[in-house]
Nanobody
Framework: QVGLEQSGGGQVQAGGSLRLSCLYT????????MGWFRQAPGKEREGVAGIYTSDRSGFIDDSVKGRFTISQDYDLKTVYLQMNSLEPDDSAIYYC???????????????????WGQGAQVTVSS
């Protein structure tokens, strides 16, 4: 079966950087959207960035555009989220997620995701 294993996260000061990784295990890696969501306490889970595993499309939320970059190592079936210039508002639990077979990453909404990683805490202090 499909599984997602996350690594990364932690606490940094404002302006710092972190990198998250998500390893896809299982069958049919191609033709899916792998992406990242985040959820702060008491708030909705929101889409941050996504990448189509066949390199056909991608998504990045306006709130992180220019600061976060999503990338893929196709051979390793691993997706990364490089987070630069972190701000306190970026603090949340970050979840890796993947859709079923799809052709687009957008819209990056929780209801489109089939499998989820375990989550990683990201805390940005001022």
């Amino acid at each position: 079966q499909v599984g997602l294993e996350q690594s990364g996260g932690g606490q940094v000061q404002a302006g710092g950087s972190l990198r998250l990784s998500c390893l896809y295990t299982g069958y049919s890696y191609r033709n899916r959207c792998m992406g990242w969501f985040r959820q702060a306490p008491g708030k909705e889970r929101e889409g941050v960035a996504g990448i189509y595993t066949s390199d056909r499309s991608g998504f990045i939320d306006d709130s992180v555009k220019g600061r976060f970059t999503i990338s893929q190592d196709y051979d390793l079936k691993t997706v990364y989220l490089q987070m630069n210039s972190l701000e306190p508002d970026d603090s949340a639990i970050y979840y890796c997620a993947v859709t079923d077979l799809a052709e687009l990453c957008a819209p990056m909404v929780p209801t489109r995701q089939r499998y989820w990683g375990q989550g990683a805490q990201v805390t940005v202090s001022s």
